[in-house]
Every structure is written in C-alpha cells, then in structure tokens.
C-alpha cells in the first residue's frame, strides 16, 4: 500500500502558477506510476496527468503545454508544475496511484486505487 498527501493548493489570478506536491509512503515509490486528477463541483472526476516509472509523461489536451508533472523518487514526491492558469482550472486536485507494478499507464480514476485527501485550487478571473 501506498498513503498519498498533497500539498501546495491555494488561490491564484488567471494566468498565474501554482505548484502542486504529493508526497507518498514507503519504500516501493520508484515503481508506481503516479497521476493527478482534479474534480470540480458538480463535476466527474477527471484526468489531469500521469507520470510512469520511466518518467515518460501523459496529459489530456485541455492542461498539455500548461500543465507538467514531473516525480522525485529520492524525496518520494511528485509535482504538478501549473502555469497560465484558468478560472476552469478551479477544482480540487487529487493525487493517485495504480496497484504497484501496474503495466500501462492509466488514464481513467478506474486505474487508480490509492487516493490523496485532496488540496484545492481556486483560479480567478
């Protein structure tokens, strides 16, 4: 198992940045694929980022160019580097893991069984 806490949520302006961290638990870090999600209100839970072992990187096209989410596996830490920010952006973001080992990168909350407690983002117009 895996225990998830991010960090680094706030208030920002549009067009501004923030910085999202998700520290995990254990020893096993380096071989999780990691991935954050975001939900806002009224809304499904939707994929933001991915990041596998290898380090090779996944977005949807509504954050890529904005959006970079980068691991630290000394630290047990992934970021997600938010830049150009929108009022759409607003939500709560969660950071996740799949079973250890999984193969493939999942895209979908299905993929995922561990799950931060989550930090919100409020972006403004």
């Known amino acids: 198992q895996v225990q998830l806490v991010e960090s680094g949520g706030g208030l920002v302006q549009a067009g501004g940045s923030l910085r999202l961290s998700c520290a995990a638990s254990?020893?096993?870090?380096?071989?999780?694929?990691m991935g954050w999600f975001r939900q806002a209100p009224g809304k499904e839970r939707e994929f933001v980022a991915a990041?596998?072992?290898?380090?090779?990187?996944y977005y949807p096209d509504s954050v890529k160019g904005r959006f970079t989410i980068s691991r630290d596996n000394a630290k047990n830490t992934i970021y997600l580097q938010m830049n150009s920010l929108k009022p759409e952006d607003t939500a709560v973001y969660y950071c996740?893991?799949?079973?250890?080992?999984?193969?493939?990168?999942?895209?979908?909350?299905?993929?995922?069984?561990?799950w931060g407690q989550g930090t919100q983002v409020t972006v403004s117009s």
């Open positions: 254990g020893r096993t870090f380096s071989r999780y694929i």
């Open positions: 990041i596998s072992r290898s380090e090779a990187t």
């Open positions: 996740a893991a799949p079973p250890l080992d999984r193969i493939g990168v999942p895209t979908t909350t299905r993929g995922y069984d561990y």
